[in-house]
Protein backbone atom coordinates (compact mmCIF):
# COMPACT_ATOMS: atom_id res chain seq x y z
CA UNK A 1 0.00 0.00 0.00
CA UNK A 2 1.18 3.58 -1.02
CA UNK A 3 1.49 6.42 2.02
CA UNK A 4 2.46 9.79 0.84
CA UNK A 5 5.59 11.10 2.05
CA UNK A 6 6.15 13.52 4.73
CA UNK A 7 6.62 16.82 2.11
CA UNK A 8 3.86 15.27 -0.16
CA UNK A 9 1.13 15.42 3.44
CA UNK A 10 2.89 18.92 4.27
CA UNK A 11 2.44 20.26 0.37
CA UNK A 12 -0.47 18.90 0.71
CA UNK A 13 -2.04 21.06 3.89
CA UNK A 14 -0.08 24.36 2.44
CA UNK A 15 -2.32 23.66 -0.61
CA UNK A 16 -5.36 22.64 0.96
CA UNK A 17 -5.39 26.22 3.48
CA UNK A 18 -4.15 28.02 0.62
CA UNK A 19 -1.18 29.16 2.58
CA UNK A 20 2.27 28.41 3.54
CA UNK A 21 3.15 29.22 7.07
CA UNK A 22 6.73 29.43 8.30
CA UNK A 23 5.94 26.05 9.99
CA UNK A 24 4.89 24.46 6.90
CA UNK A 25 7.86 25.90 5.39
CA UNK A 26 10.25 24.65 8.40
CA UNK A 27 8.72 21.42 8.25
CA UNK A 28 9.13 21.02 4.71
CA UNK A 29 12.96 21.85 4.92
CA UNK A 30 13.53 19.77 7.84
CA UNK A 31 12.19 16.57 6.22
CA UNK A 32 14.86 17.73 3.22
CA UNK A 33 17.16 17.65 5.34
CA UNK A 34 16.44 14.37 7.65
CA UNK A 35 15.74 12.57 3.49
CA UNK A 36 18.98 13.50 1.64
CA UNK A 37 17.74 13.93 -1.68
CA UNK A 38 14.15 14.85 -3.34
CA UNK A 39 12.08 11.48 -4.90
CA UNK A 40 10.40 12.70 -8.00
CA UNK A 41 6.79 12.37 -6.40
CA UNK A 42 7.94 15.36 -3.58
CA UNK A 43 9.80 17.41 -6.22
CA UNK A 44 6.29 17.47 -8.51
CA UNK A 45 4.39 18.75 -5.15
CA UNK A 46 6.76 21.36 -4.82
CA UNK A 47 6.81 22.83 -8.36
CA UNK A 48 2.81 22.42 -8.04
CA UNK A 49 3.45 24.44 -5.08
CA UNK A 50 5.48 27.19 -6.30
CA UNK A 51 3.60 26.97 -9.27
CA UNK A 52 -0.13 27.75 -7.14
CA UNK A 53 2.08 30.18 -5.36
CA UNK A 54 3.35 32.36 -8.29
CA UNK A 55 -0.35 32.38 -9.63
CA UNK A 56 -1.63 33.75 -6.56
CA UNK A 57 -3.80 30.75 -5.64
CA UNK A 58 -1.35 30.37 -2.20
CA UNK A 59 -0.10 32.60 -0.17
CA UNK A 60 3.13 33.08 1.74
CA UNK A 61 2.39 34.00 5.55
CA UNK A 62 5.66 36.06 6.84
CA UNK A 63 6.82 34.99 10.15
CA UNK A 64 5.77 37.47 12.95
Do not use: C, H, W
Not at 20 to 33: G, V
Amino acid sequence: MYAPSGIRKLVEKALYFRRLTPELENAINSELTRLGYLPDTDFEALELLMAEMDAGRVQLVPSS
